[in-house]
C-alpha cells in the first residue's frame, strides 16, 4: 500500500514537469526583491488555479505572499516557496530552484492524498522577501504556521565543496542572525574654515569600524560580524553631522548572537563617546538559527538515491542565515540542501551562482530533491508513530533552546 502512494507521489512530479519548470523558469528570468514578487506570485497563483487547486492570494496580509492547501483532517504538512531575488545578481541564491523543489513536493503529497481518500493536509506557502525581509517572521505572526507537523524545504548550495557522488545535505544548521542599522548624530561645521565646530559622525563610523575588526580576535570561529556604511556624508568640506552603518552579527543560536551584539553594542557606543556623537540603533529583521529536525533529516536520507546525499554538511557549505530558522521554533523543520555546479567555483550570492541556478542541471537536482520531501512529507502524514517520534525530539530541542544551547 504504502509502495503504491510512493508511485503514485514520483508519477505526479514526474507529469507535471511542464508546470514546475514554467514557474522555475519564470522565476529565474525575473529576478524580484523582496516584497515586489508580483510576478512570481501571480505566476504561481495562476498555474495552481489552472491545475485545480484553492488558492490564497496575497495570503497572511502580504501582497506577494500565497497559500494553497490540499486535504482534511489528520496532520498539517507545509512546504516552502521562496522567490525573491538579490539586487544587482539575481536569483544568486537559487529561489528559483527552491520554488520548484517545493512545488513539486505539494504536488506529489497532494496526488497521492487525493487518491487515497486519506487523512492530511499539505499546504503549499509562497513566502516572500527571505532576502533581509523576513517574510516568513510576518507569516509566523500572522499564523501560517499554526498547528503545522512539519515545514520542508531545500536550499541550493555550492557544489563544487562537496566530494565524491555526494550532490546534497540533508542535515544543515544555519546561524542566527542579529540585524541593526546605527545612527551617528555629530554636528556639522565648515571642514576648512571651523573643523573645530564640528562632531565628525564619520569618525565615529570609522572608529567603530575598526574596533569590531579587533573584536573579531576574540570571536568563535564559527561566528561572523559584517557591516556596511548606509549613508557617510555628502561633501568632503562638510563634517558629517548624520552617518548609518548597517550590520550583521552572526552565531549558532539566537542567545549566542544577542550575546555578541551586544559585545559589538559596546563599540558603537565606545565610538560615540569618543566622538561626542550621539548614537542610536534600529532593529532589523533578525532570523533565528535553523534547527532541523534529526528525525525528518534521516527520512529524507533513507529516500534519496543511495550514496548521492550526506547526513552532515562540510564546514560553510551553507553558513548563512534565513528565516526558516524561525520557522524551526514554530515546528519540525527540514533544511536540506543540494549542490549545483558553477562555472567558476562560485558560492551563493555571486553572478556565476545565479547563472548557474538557471541550468537544466540545477533544475534536474531540485527535482529530486522535491521527489524526496513528497516521500518524507507522506511519511510525516501516514507514519503515527515517526510523526510522534518526531514531534518529542522538537519539543526536547526546544527546551534546549530555550537554555540558550
Known amino acids: 500500500m504504502a509502495q503504491d502512494w510512493t508511485q503514485v507521489i514520483e508519477a505526479e512530479i514526474v507529469a507535471r514537469d511542464a508546470e514546475i519548470g514554467s514557474i522555475n523558469k519564470q522565476i529565474h528570468e525575473n529576478p ?12 504561481f497563483v495562476s498555474i495552481l488555479q ?25 496532520r498539517l504538512l507545509i512546504y516552502n516557496a521562496e522567490y525573491d531575488a538579490l539586487p544587482g545578481i539575481g536569483h544568486a541564491c537559487g529561489h528559483n530552484l527552491i520554488a520548484s523543489s517545493s512545488f513539486a513536493s505539494f504536488l506529489g503529497v497532494a496526488a497521492a492524498l ?19 525581509g523576513g517574510g516568513k517572521l510576518k507569516m509566523i505572526a500572522a499564523g501560517a504556521y499554526k498547528d503545522a507537523a512539519a515545514c520542508l524545504m531545500v536550499h541550493p548550495g555550492p557544489g563544487h565543496t562537496l566530494s565524491g557522488p555526494i550532490r546534497g545535505v540533508s542535515y544543515v544548521r544555519m546561524l542566527a542572525n542579529v540585524k541593526m542599522r546605527v545612527y551617528f548624530t555629530g554636528r556639522e561645521s565648515h571642514a576648512a574654515i571651523a573643523p573645530w565646530d564640528g562632531v565628525n559622525a564619520l569618525d565615529a563610523v570609522c572608529l567603530s ?15 561572523r560580524i559584517h557591516g556596511v556604511f548606509r549613508s557617510a556624508g555628502d561633501r568632503p568640506n562638510v563634517t558629517p553631522a548624520n552617518c548609518c552603518v548597517e550590520y550583521y552579527v552572526r552565531s549558532v543560536t539566537r542567545t549566542g548572537a544577542e550575546r555578541l551584539w551586544q559585545r559589538v553594542l559596546k563599540c558603537f557606543e565606545g565610538a560615540a563617546i569618543a566622538t561626542g556623537c550621539e548614537v542610536r540603533t534600529e532593529a532589523l529583521n533578525s532570523y533565528a538559527d535553523v534547527r532541523p529536525s534529526h528525525a525528518l533529516c534521516k527520512a529524507y536520507l533513507d ?25 524551526c521554533y514554530e515546528c519540525p523543520g527540514f533544511h536540506g540542501a543540494f549542490g549545483i555546479g558553477t562555472k567558476d567555483g562560485e558560492a551563493n550570492h555571486t553572478k556565476g551562482f545565479a547563472a548557474a541556478a538557471g541550468t537544466p542541471e540545477a533544475y534536474a537536482l531540485a527535482l529530486e530533491c522535491g521527489k524526496g520531501m513528497a516521500l ?30
Open 209 to 223: 569600524y575598526n574596533a569590531i575588526s579587533m573584536l573579531r580576535q576574540q570571536m568563535h570561529p564559527y561566528e
Open 376 to 405: 518524507v512529507g507522506w511519511k510525516v502524514l501516514t507514519d503515527d508513530i515517526f510523526a510522534d517520534e518526531m514531534r518529542k525530539e522538537w519539543e526536547a530541542d526546544m527546551k534546549v533552546a530555550a537554555e540558550g544551547k
Open 303 to 327: 529516500v534519496m538515491p543511495q550514496g548521492t546525499v550526506a547526513y552532515d554538511e562540510p564546514r560553510d557549505f551553507l553558513a548563512g542565515s534565513t528565516d526558516m530558522g524561525d520557522v
Open 32 to 43: 524580484e526583491l523582496a516584497y515586489e514578487e508580483f510576478k512570481a506570485h501571480d505566476a
Open 50 to 74: 489552472s491545475l485545480g487547486f484553492e488558492v490564497t492570494p496575497r495570503a497572511f496580509g502580504l501582497g506577494t505572499a500565497f497559500s494553497a492547501e490540499v486535504g482534511t483532517g489528520g
Open 114 to 132: 487525493k487518491a487515497s481518500g486519506l487523512p492530511g493536509r499539505v499546504r503549499l506557502l509562497g513566502t516572500p522577501a527571505e532576502e533581509g
